[in-house]
C-alpha cells in the first residue's frame, strides 16, 4: 500500500524517539514542478454537496507501530464529508482496492459516520469537543464503522489547522436540524438523476396493496386483514399509514388510544399461527381512568382468544428481556476492543482478549436474542399458538425479535429481495427510530442504541452458520450496516414514516412545489458497480431443495475459538444451568392481569424449549424449511469481517473461508463451462452466464478480511508482550519465511 507518497521509516519493534528536528516544511523542499501537478488530486463532490474548509500539507498516518509511516495530502470537511486527498493519488486508491463504493471512499468519512474525536497534545490523547482554546498536534477521528483516521497537523499552517479542526468538530458533534441533514440538499440537487434499480422489487409496505400481497403470500388473509384507517397519519403519527390487525377487530377500537392497546399483525406460518406486536397503554395513575383501558384491553383479549385464534401467549419485551441500556453498556464495550491506534495498542490488548470479551457482553446479548427468538418459534411452530410481543412503543425490540423469528421461519425472508423487504416492513414502516437510535442529529447521546447492529449480528451468526440457507452473503451485511450512515438514502435517517413524508413535502398544503424523491439504501447500483455486486450474492446459496430429505446436512465448520468466548455460561443460576436461567413471570402489571392467564410456568417452558432445539439440531438440515441458529458458548463468534476488517495485523493472507470460496468457484466456474458446451447442442446462441468474481481468483494472495482487505499491508512485526514471539523461533527466518497455502484440492 506504501509507494512513492510515503514518507518514513519504522521496524517492527518500537523505535526510539527520533532526536533529529527538521524545520524544514516538505513544501520547502525543491521537486519538480511536472511532478507536483501531476500529484494534484480533484475533490469529487456528490450533487448539493459544499466544501466548507480544508488544510494542506497533513500527514495521514498509516496504522503502524510508533506512526513512522504516512502519505501527505489534504484535509478537507464539507457537509457530506471528511476526506483526504493525498498528493500520490497511486499510494491511496490502487488498483488492490476493487470492491469500490462509488459514494464514499477509502479516505472518506461521512460525518454521521463520526464516534468521537481526540487530539494530541503532548503525547497525550484528549476528547475534542466545543470551542477549543489550544489546538492539537495530532487529530485522531474514531468512526463508527470502527476505522481509525490519524492526522498530523505539525506541517500545517496555524490557521488552516485551528479552520479544519473547529470545523471538523463543528459539523460532527454539534446538535443539527432534521431540516439541516444533506439528505435533503442531495434530494434537491439530484432530483432529476434519481434512477430506480430496475431489478429491485423491494416491497415497501408503503401501500394497502403490499400489506395485502404479504398477507395473501403468508395465508394470513382469513384471519387479518389490512386497514387504512391511519391514511394521512390521521389517527396516530408513530404507526404506518397502512397496517394489518385481527379481521373482528373494530376500526375504532385503533382511533381510540392512537394505536395503542391493539394487535398488528406482523407475519402468519403455515400453520395459522401468527405473530402479533402490540404497544402498551400509558399507565395512569388515578383508579377511576384506569378502568377505561382495563375494560378496553379486555375487549381487545377477548377478540384474540375467540376461534379462529385459539391461545395467545404474550411476550412483554419491556420488563422481561433486554434493557435498551444493556446494549447500549455492552456495544460501547465491545467496539473499544477495535478501535486500535497502532500495532502496540492492538497486541497489547491481545493477551486479555477473552476476559475484555466476556466483559463487554456483547456476545451474550446476541444469544438471549436468538434463544429468545427460538422460543417463539418453538411455541409457533410446535404449539401453534399465537405471539403476542408486547413493548412500550413495539419498534426496537419488538423488531428486533419479530424480524429474527421470521428469518428463522420463513425462507423468503432468507432471500435478498425478501429479507430486504422484512426490513422495510419490520423496521422503516415499523416505527423504528433510526434517527434518534443512530443519533445522527447528534441531540440525545442517551438515546443512541445499536438496535439494528444488534439484529443484523444476529443475522450474521445465522448466516455463519448456515450459509447455504442465504440468498446474501456476510459482505453484503457489512456493506448494508454501513449504508446506516451514508445521508443520500431515506431508508435509515427517519424515526417514522409520518415523519419522512411530512419532511418530503409529500403532506405539505403546498401544491406547486414538487415532493422530493429520495434514493433507498435497497439500490446497490449507487454505491457498487456490477462486479462489486456480486459479491453480494452468495454463490452457494441453495435455491430449491432438489435432493430427497435427509440426503443434505447443514455445513458445520470448525470453530475459530479466538473470534468466539469459550464454553462460558449466561448470568444465570449455576445449578439451573444455560437453559433453565430464573425468568419473572410475564407483564406483571400492564393495567389488567387478565394476561397473565396467558402465561405457562417457566419450568415447563424451558422444557419444551430444550425439547425442540435439540430435536431440530439432531436432524438433517432443510435450508428451506425452520432454521435455527446453535446458541453454545463457542458457537456464538465475533463477526470478524466487520469489527475486525480495518485492523492489519488481525488478516490472515490466503487464509479463512476465503479460500475455501475460491476453490468452490472455481468448481462452480467450471459446472458452468460444461453447462454452456451441452446447451450449444440446443441453442445457437448462448445464454449469459453469471461469472465468479475475478478478485477470489487467486486465494493465496487474498486476506482474510476479503473483500475490504485485499492483499496484506505492509505491517511490521508484532511486538508481544511476552516470550512467546522468541518461542516460534529465530525473527529473521519468521520474517523470510513465506505464508504457507493449502491446495483445497488434494483434501
Given at each position: 500500500?506504501?509507494?512513492?507518497?510515503v514518507?518514513?521509516?519504522?521496524?517492527?519493534?518500537?523505535?526510539?524517539?527520533?532526536?533529529?528536528?527538521?524545520?524544514?516544511?516538505?513544501?520547502?523542499?525543491?521537486?519538480?514542478?511536472?511532478?507536483?501537478?501531476?500529484?494534484?488530486?480533484t475533490?469529487h463532490?456528490?450533487?448539493?454537496?459544499?466544501?466548507?474548509?480544508?488544510?494542506?500539507?497533513?500527514?495521514?498516518?498509516?496504522?503502524?507501530?510508533?506512526?513512522?509511516?504516512?502519505?501527505?495530502?489534504?484535509?478537507?470537511?464539507?457537509?457530506?464529508?471528511?476526506?483526504?486527498?493525498?498528493?500520490?493519488?497511486?499510494?491511496?486508491?490502487?488498483?488492490?482496492?476493487?470492491?469500490?463504493?462509488?459514494?464514499?471512499?477509502?479516505?472518506?468519512?461521512?460525518?454521521?459516520?463520526?464516534?468521537?474525536?481526540?487530539?494530541?497534545?503532548?503525547?497525550?490523547?484528549?476528547?475534542?469537543?466545543?470551542?477549543?482554546k489550544?489546538?492539537?498536534?495530532?487529530?485522531?477521528?474514531?468512526?463508527?464503522?470502527?476505522?481509525?483516521?490519524?492526522?498530523?497537523?505539525?506541517?500545517?499552517?496555524?490557521?488552516?489547522?485551528?479552520?479544519?479542526?473547529?470545523?471538523?468538530?463543528?459539523?460532527?458533534?454539534?446538535?443539527?436540524?432534521?431540516?439541516?441533514?444533506?439528505?435533503?440538499?442531495?434530494?434537491?440537487?439530484?432530483?432529476?438523476?434519481?434512477?430506480?434499480?430496475?431489478?429491485?422489487?423491494?416491497?415497501?409496505?408503503?401501500?394497502?396493496?403490499?400489506?395485502?400481497?404479504?398477507?395473501?403470500?403468508?395465508?394470513?388473509?382469513m384471519?387479518?386483514?389490512?386497514?387504512?384507517?391511519?391514511?394521512?397519519?390521521?389517527?396516530?403519527?408513530?404507526?404506518?399509514?397502512?397496517?394489518?390487525?385481527?379481521?373482528?377487530?373494530?376500526?375504532?377500537?385503533v382511533?381510540?388510544f392512537?394505536?395503542?392497546?391493539?394487535?398488528?399483525?406482523?407475519?402468519?406460518?403455515?400453520?395459522?399461527?401468527?405473530?402479533?406486536k402490540m404497544?402498551?397503554?400509558?399507565?395512569?395513575?388515578?383508579?377511576?381512568i384506569?378502568?377505561?383501558?382495563?375494560?378496553?384491553?379486555?375487549?381487545?383479549?377477548?377478540?384474540?382468544?375467540?376461534?379462529?385464534?385459539?391461545?395467545?401467549?404474550?411476550?412483554?419485551?419491556s420488563?422481561?428481556?433486554?434493557?435498551?441500556?444493556?446494549?447500549?453498556?455492552?456495544?460501547?464495550?465491545?467496539?473499544?476492543?477495535?478501535l486500535?491506534?497502532?500495532?502496540?495498542?492492538?497486541?497489547?490488548?491481545?493477551?486479555?482478549?477473552?476476559?475484555?470479551?466476556?466483559?463487554?457482553?456483547?456476545?451474550?446479548?446476541?444469544r438471549?436474542?436468538?434463544?429468545k427468538?427460538?422460543?417463539?418459534?418453538?411455541?409457533?411452530?410446535?404449539?401453534?399458538?399465537?405471539?403476542?410481543l408486547?413493548?412500550?412503543?413495539a419498534?426496537?425490540?419488538?423488531?428486533?425479535?419479530?424480524?429474527?423469528?421470521?428469518?428463522?421461519?420463513?425462507p423468503?425472508?432468507?432471500?435478498?429481495?425478501?429479507?430486504?423487504?422484512?426490513?422495510?416492513?419490520?423496521?422503516?414502516?415499523?416505527?423504528?427510530?433510526?434517527?434518534?437510535r443512530?443519533?445522527?442529529?447528534?441531540?440525545?447521546?442517551?438515546?443512541?442504541?445499536?438496535?439494528?447492529?444488534?439484529?443484523?449480528?444476529?443475522?450474521?451468526?445465522?448466516?455463519?452458520?448456515?450459509?447455504?440457507?442465504?440468498?446474501?452473503?456476510?459482505?453484503?451485511?457489512?456493506?448494508?450496516?454501513?449504508?446506516?450512515?451514508?445521508?443520500?438514502?431515506?431508508?435509515?435517517?427517519?424515526?417514522?414514516?409520518?415523519?419522512?413524508?411530512?419532511?418530503?413535502?409529500?403532506?405539505?398544503?403546498?401544491?406547486?412545489?414538487?415532493?422530493?424523491?429520495?434514493?433507498?439504501?435497497?439500490?446497490?447500483?449507487?454505491?457498487?458497480?456490477?462486479?462489486?455486486?456480486?459479491?453480494?450474492?452468495?454463490?452457494?446459496?441453495?435455491?430449491?431443495?432438489?435432493?430427497?430429505?435427509?440426503?443434505?446436512?447443514?455445513?458445520r465448520?470448525?470453530?475459530?475459538?479466538?473470534?468466539?468466548?469459550?464454553?462460558?455460561?449466561?448470568?444465570?443460576?449455576?445449578?439451573?444451568?444455560?437453559?433453565?436461567?430464573?425468568?419473572?413471570?410475564?407483564?406483571?402489571?400492564?393495567?389488567?392481569?387478565?394476561?397473565?392467564?396467558?402465561?405457562?410456568?417457566?419450568?415447563?417452558?424451558?422444557?419444551?424449549?430444550?425439547?425442540?432445539?435439540?430435536?431440530?439440531?439432531?436432524?438433517?438440515?432443510?435450508?428451506?424449511?425452520?432454521?435455527?441458529?446453535?446458541?453454545?458458548?463457542?458457537?456464538?463468534?465475533?463477526?470478524?469481517?466487520?469489527?475486525?476488517?480495518?485492523?492489519?495485523?488481525?488478516?490472515?493472507?490466503?487464509?479463512s473461508?476465503?479460500?475455501?470460496?475460491?476453490?468452490?468457484?472455481?468448481?462452480?466456474?467450471?459446472?458452468?463451462?460444461?453447462?454452456?458446451?451441452?446447451?450449444?447442442?440446443?441453442?445457437?446462441?448462448?445464454?449469459?452466464?453469471?461469472?465468479?468474481?475475478?478478485?477470489?481468483?487467486?486465494?493465496?494472495?487474498?486476506?482474510?478480511?476479503?473483500?475490504?482487505?485485499?492483499?496484506?499491508?505492509?505491517?511490521?512485526k508484532?511486538?508481544?508482550?511476552?516470550?512467546?514471539?522468541?518461542?516460534?523461533g529465530?525473527e529473521?527466518?519468521?520474517?523470510?519465511?513465506?505464508?504457507?497455502?493449502?491446495?483445497?484440492?488434494?483434501?
Open positions: 500500500m506504501l509507494g512513492k507518497g514518507v518514513g521509516g519504522g521496524g517492527g519493534t518500537k523505535a526510539p524517539k527520533p532526536s533529529f528536528v527538521s524545520y524544514v516544511r516538505p513544501e520547502e523542499i525543491h521537486t519538480n514542478e511536472k511532478e507536483v501537478t501531476e500529484k494534484e488530486v475533490l463532490l456528490l450533487p448539493g454537496e459544499q466544501l466548507l474548509c480544508e488544510a494542506s500539507t497533513v500527514l495521514k498516518y498509516v496504522q503502524e507501530d510508533s506512526c513512522q509511516h504516512g502519505i501527505y495530502g489534504r484535509l478537507v470537511c464539507t457537509d457530506f464529508k471528511i476526506a483526504f486527498l493525498g498528493d500520490d493519488e497511486s499510494a491511496l486508491d490502487n488498483d488492490e482496492t476493487q470492491f469500490k463504493n462509488k459514494v464514499v471512499g477509502e479516505n472518506d468519512i461521512t460525518l454521521h459516520c463520526v464516534d468521537q474525536i481526540y487530539g494530541v497534545f503532548d503525547e497525550k490523547k484528549k476528547t475534542l469537543f466545543g470551542q477549543l489550544k489546538y492539537p498536534e495530532k487529530l485522531i477521528i474514531h468512526c463508527k464503522d470502527l476505522r481509525v483516521f490519524q492526522f498530523c497537523l505539525r506541517y500545517t499552517k496555524e490557521e488552516e489547522v485551528k479552520r479544519i479542526v473547529s470545523g471538523i468538530i463543528h459539523h460532527t458533534q454539534a446538535p443539527k436540524l432534521l431540516k439541516r441533514l444533506f439528505l435533503f440538499s442531495y434530494a434537491t440537487a439530484a432530483q432529476n438523476n434519481t434512477v430506480t434499480d430496475p431489478k429491485n422489487h423491494t416491497i415497501m409496505f408503503d401501500t394497502l396493496k403490499d400489506w395485502c400481497w404479504e398477507l395473501e403470500r403468508t395465508k394470513g388473509n384471519k387479518y386483514k389490512a386497514v387504512s384507517v391511519n391514511e394521512g397519519y390521521k389517527v396516530c403519527e408513530r404507526l404506518p399509514a397502512y397496517f394489518v390487525v385481527p379481521t373482528p377487530l373494530p376500526e375504532e377500537n382511533q381510540r392512537q394505536g395503542h392497546g391493539i394487535p398488528i399483525w406482523c407475519w402468519s406460518c403455515h400453520n395459522g399461527s401468527a405473530l402479533l404497544s402498551a397503554l400509558p399507565k395512569e395513575q388515578d383508579d377511576g384506569l378502568q377505561i383501558p382495563k375494560s378496553f384491553l379486555d375487549g381487545v383479549y377477548k377478540t384474540i382468544h375467540r376461534p379462529p385464534y385459539e391461545i395467545v401467549k404474550t411476550e412483554d419485551l420488563s422481561n428481556f433486554l434493557s435498551l441500556q444493556e446494549i447500549q453498556t455492552a456495544y460501547s464495550k465491545f467496539k473499544q476492543l477495535f486500535i491506534d497502532n500495532s502496540t495498542e492492538f497486541w497489547d490488548t491481545d493477551i486479555k482478549w477473552f476476559s475484555l470479551l466476556e466483559s463487554s457482553s456483547w456476545l451474550d446479548i446476541i438471549r436474542c436468538l434463544k427468538a427460538i422460543e417463539i418459534t418453538e411455541c409457533m411452530e410446535a404449539q401453534n399458538m399465537n405471539v403476542l408486547l413493548e412500550e412503543n419498534s426496537d425490540l419488538c423488531c428486533l425479535i419479530s424480524s429474527l423469528v421470521q428469518l428463522m421461519m420463513d423468503h425472508c432468507r432471500t435478498r429481495i425478501g429479507f430486504q423487504s422484512l426490513i422495510q416492513k419490520e423496521w422503516v414502516m415499523g416505527g423504528h427510530c433510526f434517527l434518534d443512530c443519533n445522527h442529529l447528534r441531540q440525545n447521546d442517551k438515546e443512541e442504541v445499536p438496535v439494528f447492529l444488534l439484529f443484523l449480528d444476529c443475522v450474521w451468526q445465522l448466516v455463519h452458520q448456515h450459509p447455504p440457507a442465504f440468498e446474501f452473503t456476510e459482505t453484503y451485511l457489512t456493506v448494508l450496516s454501513d449504508s446506516l450512515y451514508i445521508p443520500i438514502f431515506s431508508t435509515f435517517f427517519f424515526n417514522s414514516p409520518h415523519q419522512k413524508d411530512t419532511n418530503m413535502g409529500r403532506e405539505g398544503q403546498d401544491t406547486q412545489s414538487k415532493p422530493l424523491n429520495l434514493l433507498t439504501v435497497w439500490d446497490w447500483s449507487v454505491q457498487f458497480e456490477p462486479k462489486a455486486q456480486t459479491l453480494l450474492k452468495n454463490p452457494l446459496y441453495v435455491e430449491k431443495p432438489k435432493l430427497d430429505k435427509g440426503q443434505r446436512k447443514g455445513m465448520f470448525k470453530h475459530q475459538r479466538q473470534l468466539s468466548l469459550p464454553l462460558t455460561q449466561s448470568k444465570s443460576s449455576p445449578k439451573r444451568g444455560f437453559f433453565r436461567e430464573e425468568t419473572d413471570h410475564l407483564i406483571k402489571n400492564l393495567l389488567g392481569k387478565r394476561i397473565s392467564k396467558l402465561i405457562n410456568s417457566s419450568d415447563e417452558l424451558q422444557d419444551n424449549f430444550r425439547e425442540f432445539y435439540d430435536s431440530w439440531h439432531s436432524k438433517p438440515t432443510d435450508y428451506h424449511g425452520l432454521l435455527l441458529p446453535h446458541i453454545e458458548g463457542p458457537e456464538i463468534k465475533v463477526w470478524a469481517q466487520r469489527y475486525l476488517r480495518w485492523i492489519p495485523e488481525a488478516q490472515i493472507l490466503g487464509g473461508r476465503v479460500a475455501t470460496m475460491s476453490k468452490l468457484l472455481e468448481m462452480i466456474e467450471e459446472v458452468q463451462s460444461l453447462q454452456e458446451k451441452i446447451d450449444e447442442r440446443h441453442y445457437s446462441q448462448q445464454a449469459p452466464q453469471a461469472e465468479a468474481p475475478c478478485l477470489l481468483r487467486n486465494s493465496a494472495r487474498l486476506s482474510s478480511l476479503f473483500p475490504f482487505a485485499l492483499l496484506q499491508r505492509h505491517s511490521s508484532p511486538v508481544l508482550p511476552t516470550s512467546g514471539w522468541k518461542a516460534l529465530d529473521d527466518d519468521l520474517a523470510k519465511r513465506e505464508d504457507e497455502f493449502v491446495d483445497l484440492g488434494d483434501v
